[in-house]
């Protein structure tokens, strides 16, 4: 009896476990199919050799992707026996999963790469391959399409680990402010620190329910630097509060704690005082373009490149056609205009890769050909888009269309001999040509920073800079030169020297490297 | 005769004092709900210009026709939670009653063994590295509902819950007597310990449920299809896509071709998000109190 209990016993614990596994393995293969089945499919394919792609992009994908993804995998068939599946992460929390899918191992064959999602520090710790013995063999074509001078920009200790996008851009950013409202009131053009400040007064003055900037987390203080001063990077916020002068990059000084850090401060806290800025400017939640657009503010002073301000006056003209906007590019008052670097759109292949050769190919069809082109950056003929003298049209409208133009963000793939543009982007066009005049390179971009010997400290200094810091930029604190000493006790108790002086030796091992004097 | 006076008193200032605490905390907590719900009836410019109201000043349905006016996404994003949720607490009901049941039996020779194994993921984890290349690389569970079922299933928690529920709601006798009238393990499972463990399997299918509902972490990580996202990432997402135009757009000079919601619409995603959960709550939880002091009290 106690035998035959025993034996009952374990035969239904083995049971249950074959249930249990059992519902995970229906689960698995009823939903997962799709992945699996292709990959296995592919292995056991015809001619023997087919792969699978995986592709990965940041951002949303479009409606249509699907449409697009077996059309795209119709010619890559025929031309390269591949077939290829495009991933993309979204915008929530899209930094942990890049980091995830390259520290797993997973197998990704083509990855987004940009100074922003840290192309230089992932290529330093080996996350890509080094394209340079491949190209010539897999993609001659690309190799060629791509300027030399380009390829030497990206490269990352001598290697080449992405493939740059050859169309050149500016996101260079300027001041842009309410163009009506100063030609009503005759205001002067908000072009130096002088006429900004008197142009806000007369806004204040006039229009007592704006508040004349439209600030976020102080973002104005990037715009000042960008006004006054000639940084070596285009956005006017070097980290560490250093300063590297365009025309003097080997002499590093700290712009934190000098005389012109005091100097500006006590501009933010006169704005203040004046009531230029909100007084909840830290806890603002909207964009600085939409309290322009709604009419709660009249100038912008961060983040408006060409492209976005571009954005801002169509959206404007169809609000309230009465307004004007306004424009100052901040190259202008430099001197010089610098285009994105190529490392700032690529594409790379991860180590995990199996297929490089492949997946180099298919990216060189996906820049050099034009149908595969076209059909990723604009959609289907006729279906998405059409060609109307020359310029891109969208069929329907942003709600109905499920393909916009660049609808995949295919930033890096955009090859100017390609690429079709909306007709209100002529205005951009023509703000480029005006920068392509006082054009100099981007000799910040390539440097890539190593923080891992102060890694503690870097982030006890960012604690510091949000609590002393912020207040002082946005004039919160009554004393500002007292403010300015406690706020640079407690940097450098939290280690800014170190940081600085770290700093300082990388950037100059940088310019050596790099040739520049 | 003077003291029970005094007492009645005292008794009538008690209830006067509790109620209006009570009272006053409802109203506390349901205020950013009703903000919510009378911004999602607002008009967009009504917001924008004055704010929020308690009682929307300009009515308008706007926002939610902006969420149904395509509503194939959002359908399909709430298909895709409805499915988890039921089958998730469904599956993770089941596992875990097993589980309390087993554990809590002083038969089960090795009880203390596996109770020690489950508790210790509760002080010692991996991280999120390993656990996400476990299910990514070794399950390959990425663009599947299994993934988005398979990492709730078993919390230690709710295990631990469980077990101390249904030892102090089923009585070592009665499962004693069971034996002796001739009942197997599973059918004292089925007729004694499910029945009696009621109010626990309530409280535990309410956390699991509310669990599943909320989650949008899993789909953040591991779903790229947007087709299988749940609706809780979709809002988060569709929010986000918002901060990172402003944040990242400045210098990147990206350009993203997509309609941001407007601060009516974003009200009534919220609305329609949170809505059907809500209706659990007055179903289990005359449960639920119960389900929770006798797990905890008398473990």
């Known amino acids: 009896m106690r035998m035959r209990n025993k034996t009952i016993r374990h035969l239904s614990l083995v049971f249950a476990l074959m249930l249990f596994a059992g519902i995970l393995a229906a689960c698995n293969n009823g939903s997962g199919g799709s992945a699996q089945g292709s990959e296995q499919g592919s292995s056991s394919g015809n001619k023997g050799e087919k792969v699978t792609l995986q592709f990965y992009m940041l951002g949303d994908a479009p409606k249509d992707l699907p449409v697009i993804e077996s059309e795209i995998n119709k010619l890559a068939e025929a031309d390269l026996n591949v077939n290829v599946k495009f991933n993309y992460t979204s915008w929530t929390d899209w930094d942990q999963k890049y980091k995830l899918l390259l520290s797993s191992g997973q197998p990704i064959d083509l990855i987004f790469t940009a100074d922003w999602t840290f192309y230089q520090s992932y290529a330093k710790k080996g996350a890509f391959l080094p394209l340079d013995e491949i190209l010539p063999k897999a993609a001659p074509a690309l190799k060629s399409h791509v300027p030399e001078d380009m390829w030497n920009a990206v490269k990352i200790n001598d290697k080449i680990y992405t493939v740059p996008s050859t169309w050149i851009e500016y996101v260079t950013e300027g001041i842009a402010y309410r163009e009506d409202l100063r030609e009503k009131y005759n205001l002067p053009k908000p072009e130096s620190v002088e006429t900004l400040e008197a142009y806000l007064e007369g806004i204040k003055a006039n229009e007592p329910s704006m508040t004349p900037i439209a600030d976020s987390n102080a973002n104005h203080t990037h715009g000042i630097r960008q006004l006054t001063s000639k940084l070596v990077n285009t956005a006017g916020q070097l980290p560490y509060g250093l300063d590297i002068m365009y025309d003097t990059p080997s002499s590093i000084t700290s712009y934190w704690g000098s005389a012109q850090h005091l100097e500006d401060l006590k501009t933010y806290k006169r704005w203040m005082d004046k009531g230029f800025f909100p007084k909840n400017v830290l806890n603002v939640k909207d964009t600085s373009n939409s309290l322009l657009q709604n009419g709660k503010s009249a100038v912008v002073l961060s983040g408006e490149n060409p492209n976005k301000f571009n954005a801002d006056v169509i959206k404007v003209q169809s609000t309230h056609p009465d307004w004007k906007l306004g424009y100052f590019p901040y190259p202008n008052a430099k001197g010089f205009a610098q285009p994105v670097h190529p490392i700032h759109n690529g594409f790379a292949i991860p180590r995990s890769s199996k297929n490089p050769e492949k997946a180099l190919a298919f990216y060189e069809k996906l820049v050099t050909d034009k149908r595969y082109n076209w059909l990723t950056e604009y959609g289907v003929e006729g279906k998405n888009f059409e060609v109307q003298d020359g310029y891109y049209k969208m069929v329907g409208d942003a709600q109905t269309n499920g393909f916009p133009r660049e609808g995949m963000n295919g930033w890096a793939w955009r090859n100017p001999d390609f690429m079709l543009y909306d007709k209100t982007f002529d205005d951009v066009l023509t703000m480029f040509e005006e920068l392509d005049k006082i054009k100099k390179p981007d000799i910040f971009t390539g440097f890539a920073e190593d923080w891992t010997p102060y890694q503690a400290e870097k982030a006890a200094l960012e604690q510091v800079e949000k609590q002393y810091l912020y207040p002082l930029n946005v004039g919160l604190v009554e004393d500002v030169e007292a403010g300015l000493n406690t706020f640079m006790e407690k940097a450098k108790q939290a280690g800014l020297e170190k940081i600085q002086t770290e700093y300082t030796k990388q950037w100059q091992e940088y310019l050596k490297s790099a040739g520049i004097q | ?299």
């Open chain 2, 1 to 299: 005769m003077h003291t029970r006076a005094r007492d009645s008193e005292f008794t009538l200032l008690f209830q006067m004092i509790a109620y209006s605490v009570i009272v006053i905390l409802s109203i506390i907590c349901l205020l950013p709900f009703l903000l919510i719900l009378s911004g999602s009836f607002s008009s967009n410019e009504s917001i924008v210009r004055d704010g929020y109201h308690l009682f929307p000043t300009d009515f308008s349905l706007e926002g939610y026709k902006m969420v149904f006016k395509f509503p194939t996404q959002v359908l399909k994003a709430y298909g895709v939670t409805v499915f988890t949720t039921v089958v998730g607490t469904a599956l993770g009901l089941f596992l875990i009653t097993m589980a309390g049941f087993v554990l809590q039996r002083k038969d089960f020779k090795y009880r203390n063994t596996f109770s020690f194994f489950i508790y210790f993921t509760t002080l010692f984890g991996g991280g999120l590295v390993p656990w996400y290349i476990m299910l990514a690389n070794y399950f390959n569970l990425t663009d599947t509902y299994t993934v988005l079922i398979f990492p709730g299933l078993m919390t230690p928690f709710l295990i631990i819950l469980m077990k101390n529920f249904i030892r102090s709601a089923v009585p070592e006798e009665l499962i004693e007597s069971a034996k002796i009238d001739g009942a197997n393990d599973f059918r004292m499972y089925c007729s004694i310990v499910l029945k009696l463990a009621m109010p626990g399997i309530a409280t535990v299918g309410l956390f699991l449920a509310l669990g599943y509902w909320n989650d949008w972490f899993t789909s953040s990580l591991f779903i790229n299809d947007p087709d299988m996202y749940q609706l809780q990432f979709y809002l988060y997402n569709t929010m986000n896509t918002i901060t990172f135009i402003d944040q990242m757009a400045i210098g990147t000079g990206i350009t993203l071709s997509q309609d941001v919601p407007t601060e009516s619409t974003k009200m009534a995603m919220a609305i329609v998000v949170t809505g059907p959960i809500l209706f659990l709550y007055p179903f289990v939880q005359r449960y639920f109190v119960k389900g929770l002091t006798i797990g905890a009290v008398k473990g």
